[in-house]
């Protein structure tokens, strides 16, 4: 069976809780009386009511699903109970209450967060396909389409069928369902919170097992859907499991400061009240204690605790303006600490929270936190998703084709959608889902189009292309970030716009050195895809790789042109004409001029004349140093000798493609130097003989189209320093 039962692994009730741990989580609304499970038991033994009339045993949910929802039809959740209660009749969990006390224990807690009537009909539902003899056709021919969608997608995927593989395909099956209905994944995480309340009756590597789970996955799937209620109570429950020691230390802290005289935060908040009531914004203040993990990340980072770490003040308002003014009140009356604010209303969080964050010092050194937001937006940080029903259901009016704004859809739940379809086996999958879901911030970058990219902080470039284009961003060559050229290992931060690179040339190939700067498991499992399908020319770059290192290794360092001296290969005279008719000229090594370059010459030893491009540094110092100049022009048309600068990104094959665009111009390589590749980007510079300077500006635009290379300049004199 999917659920198991015992006494909680800590002990006391929560408020509006079917059983579970005392978190110091402040009651959301009027704390409702706790639930007795014997009771509640007796009542689903005794079976259903009589038909038309609501039975006892969901009493509980009909009463907390009124209180969202005052109009709703409760004749589905009556017949959903029937069907449970017969089908799952006889069945016992293991703390030896009835098994229909887990489906109506995770139904009251999604009816708690506000959740609709076809979603409270599913939990009801949720484990009858999976434990009892309940078919998906016939609870899609009692409630219809929507809720056999939701049971499907939560029922697990038998061990006889996978074996080892259940628990990873389950979730993979869960996550595309969720892809078309994010009520799965509310089910789903109700299911493991009542789990996890009842745990204590398991074998304690059983219990670290599922702890372990939990975190890893369920977790920060209830962070990124927004529902902060059952995130908060599965960490502190994983938490109590995983770290004994720890949570019993935190518990004790967190008794000793109830047990205080004084309560800082008490007197802030009503403080606060004051200030709001004399500027007449009516508003709900209330304090926030931290839950237990929360006191223990706060007592590791600041050592000794104060009684103003142990929560925070809540102020609610009707109206989004209010959450301004409220702002500005507590900013005049009150000292601020403005280092602490931090908008999330003009900008909110990916998984759609929004508050104002600010903070308040006391006389006594204290800083309070103060969150401001209104009642609905305090909803949907409790509750996020859960609230919201089935988002992804067309709006009546949508386009006939289909398309529509999906708010509660983010980058993280695309990714996922995604990538989960290329990992090549369950163990892939599996560590590469909790490996995706440890990136718990995300980043938005703008594309050209004005159109956006959900990514997770860290991402780069390489990561950016991939989700934009797929498989196809094998053919990226580079980007611009916010006008820039950048590499493809650049990381991007929030809010940068960025425009791809692409080559047109269909057979271009991914780098295996972007393994490196992958960080979203879609770029990742895209690149050793393409490598594993091309296992030729994968070591057709590691052997690439490996010879322009070695090359790079023998290459001696460049002997410097000096002046006075030529190129080491001798002289390459051009057609210059000087006033020392019969001198011998030289074109000087450092500037390279070519016809129709502003040139100037100096006599050196020997009567010889060299050339020089005007802006040469080299010109300042031999006029500084007495030489004698001497007038120069160009003559006609002539072979010329020049040094080129080739910018490029890396990318196989690139030195072979240069040098023969390079070759069809009719340029002949003199000399050549690679520097050694840098954050994805190498630079290399040729000095070529060409035989007629004319052909210049058509081997430079040859050498620009090679794939790749994003600029291609004459060597530039470097200026004179100090």
Known sequence: MSAEATNSVTPGPMPGAVSGPVTPTAPRRKARPRIDLRRLGRAALLGPA????????????????????????????????????????????????????????????????????????????????????????????????????LVDGVTKLEKVDYGA???????RKMLVATGNDVRVM??????????????????????????????????????????????????DLVFAILHPEEYAATRELIVRNAARTDDPL??????????????????????????????????????????????????????????????????????????????????PKFNLYQSLHTAVAREDGQVVEVLVRTHQMHKVAEAGVVALGNPYAPAPDDPADGERVDPTRPGW?????????????????????????????????????????????????????????????????????????????????????????????????????????????????????????????????????????????????????TADAPEPDGPARGNVLTDRPGAAVR???????????????FAVRGGAVTVHRAECAAVARMRNGGRTEVGVRWGEAAECRVTLVA?????????????EAMALEGAEIVSATVEPPTQQQVRHTYTVQLPDAAHLPALMRSMRNVAGVYDVSRNQPQTQGG
């Open 266 to 347: 008490a007197e802030v908040a009503d403080e606060v009240r004051g200030v709001l009531r004399e500027a007449d914004i009516p508003a709900e203040v209330l304090i926030r204690p931290r839950h237990f993990v929360s006191v223990h990340r706060v007592s590791r980072k600041r050592g000794r605790l104060r009684g103003s770490d142990f929560g925070r003040v809540l102020v609610l308002v009707n109206e989004d303006a209010d959450c301004y003014g409220v702002l500005g009140e507590l900013h005049t009356c009150m000292t601020p600490v403005v280092s602490e604010f931090k908008d999330f209303i003009a900008v």
């Open 647 to 659: 910018e490029s990104f890396v990318r196989p094959h690139l030195l072979a493609d240069l040098t």
């Open 413 to 561: 739940l695309s990714r996922l959608l995604d990538w989960q379809e290329a990992a090549p086996d369950p163990d892939h999958f599996w560590s590469t889902l909790r490996e995706d879901l440890a990136q718990d911030r995300e980043i938005t970058v703008f594309r050209p189009d004005g159109g956006t990219l959900g990514l997770p902080e860290g991402a780069t470039c390489v990561d950016a292309a991939y989700a934009q284009y797929g498989e196809d961003a094998h053919a990226c060559i580079g980007a611009r970030v916010n006008g820039r050229l950048a590499t493809l290992s650049t990381v991007l931060k929030d809010g940068d716009t960025v425009q791809l690179l692409m080559d047109q040339d269909a057979a271009s190939e991914p780098s295996r050195e972007w393994l490196e700067h992958a960080h979203t498991p879609a770029a990742r499992i895209a690149i050793q895809r393409w490598l594993a399908a091309h296992p030729a020319q994968a070591e057709a770059q590691r052997t690439e790789t490996r010879e322009n290192r070695q090359a790079e290794e023998r290459a001696a360092a460049p002997r410097p042109a």
């Open 50 to 149: 009589a038909r038309g009339r609501l039975p006892d045993a969901i009493s509980h949910v009909v009463e907390a699903h009124r209180a969202h929802h005052p109009d709703a039809d409760l004749e589905p959740l009556r017949r959903a109970y029937v069907l449970a209660e017969s089908s799952h009749r006889g069945q016992m969990r293991k703390s030896g209450e009835p098994y229909i006390t887990h489906p109506l224990a995770v139904t009251l807690i999604l009816a708690e967060l506000g959740a609709e009537t076809t979603t409270l009909t599913a939990s009801l539902l949720h484990d009858t396909v999976e434990d009892t003899d309940v078919t998906l056709d016939q609870v899609r021919d009692q409630f219809g389409e929507e809720v056999r969608y």
């Open 186 to 235: 509310s089910i789903k995480l109700a299911d493991r919170l009542h789990n996890m309340r009842t745990l204590g009756v398991m074998r304690p590597e059983k219990q670290e097992r599922i702890a372990k789970v939990t975190r890893d996955v369920l977790i920060p799937l209830a962070e990124r859907l927004g529902v902060q209620a059952l995130k908060t109570e599965l960490e």
């Open 587 to 601: 074109l000087a090594g450092c500037c390279t001029p070519v016809p129709p370059d502003e040139i100037t010459g």
């Open 165 to 171: 593989a259940a628990e990873p395909e389950t979730f």
